[in-house]
T-cell receptor, first 113, second 116 residues
Framework: AQSVSQHNHHVILSEAASLELGCNYS??????LFWYVQYPGQHLQLLLK??????LVKGIKGFEAEFIKSKFSFNLRKPSVQWSDTAEYFC???????????FGTGTRLQVTL | NAGVTQTPKFQVLKTGQSMTLQCAQD?????MSWYRQDPGMGLRLIHY???????DQGEVPNGYNVSRSTTEDFPLRLLSAAPSQTSVYFC???????????????FGSGTRLTVV
């Protein structure tokens, strides 16, 4: 079965700092990859997704992620974070064998002024 | 508005009580699922369904039942609530993959359940 690892559990950054959140998955076949964001008290929102083609994916709010197949990774990046980016971020993987979406344990991002 | 509707938004139960969390979608999605979200554990799949009349267990099914009598509805039943079931529950739906393609999951706004 597939699994997803997010190594950063809690990240604290100052506003304008650059962000990179790690995500690794374990599955040998074709995958779809997602990053979701959950702002305090809200439900999950899709930030970006990778299905095929260009491994560098751009999402909403200036976020991007790069799919590196050889490293089974899909790291999330943002050049300059804002206070409003304070949220929890989840990486997720979907494989072709079923519609089940498997989530990582999440990374809590705190952006200070 | 198209989407996934969950009710109730908040619920407090006493240990041993039973209840049903409702989930409905109006997008004609074949696939529906229930997740629970706990701090430090991400979202874990409880049960899922690939169509009316078909359900299966996810990662953490114990203590929960589901049924799928229609495409639109996928209720989650807690048979005898326990404090360990205190969590936030999310329902989600999507088209069936069948092969990977450009589609996505739609999540409900969640139900915050406290069992005392």
């Amino acid at each position: 079965a597939q699994s997803v690892s997010q190594h950063n559990h809690h990240v604290i950054l100052s506003e304008a700092a650059s962000l990179e959140l790690g995500c690794n998955y374990s599955y040998g076949g074709t995958v779809n990859l997602f990053w979701y964001v959950q702002y305090p008290g809200q439900h999950l929102q899709l930030l970006l997704k990778y299905f095929s083609g260009d491994p560098l994916v751009k999402g909403i709010k200036g976020f991007e992620a790069e799919f590196i197949k050889s490293k089974f990774s899909f790291n999330l990046r943002k050049p300059s974070v804002q206070w409003s980016d304070t949220a929890e971020y989840f990486c997720a993987v979907l494989t072709g064998t079923a519609s089940k979406l498997t989530f990582g344990t999440g990374t809590r991002l705190q952006v200070t002024l | 508005n198209a989407g996934v509707t969950q009710t109730p938004k908040f619920q407090v139960l006493k240990t041993g009580q039973s209840m049903t969390l409702q989930c409905a979608q109006d997008m004609n999605h074949e696939y529906m699922s229930w997740y629970r979200q706990d701090p430090g554990m991400g979202l874990r799949l409880i049960h899922y369904s690939v169509g009316a009349g078909i359900t299966d267990q996810g990662e953490v099914p114990n203590g929960y039942n589901v049924s799928r009598s229609t495409t639109e509805d996928f209720p989650l039943r807690l048979l005898s609530a326990a404090p360990s079931q205190t969590s936030v529950y999310f329902c989600a739906s999507s088209r069936m993959t069948g092969g990977l393609g450009d589609y996505g999951y739609t999540f409900g706004s969640g139900t915050r359940l406290t069992v005392v």
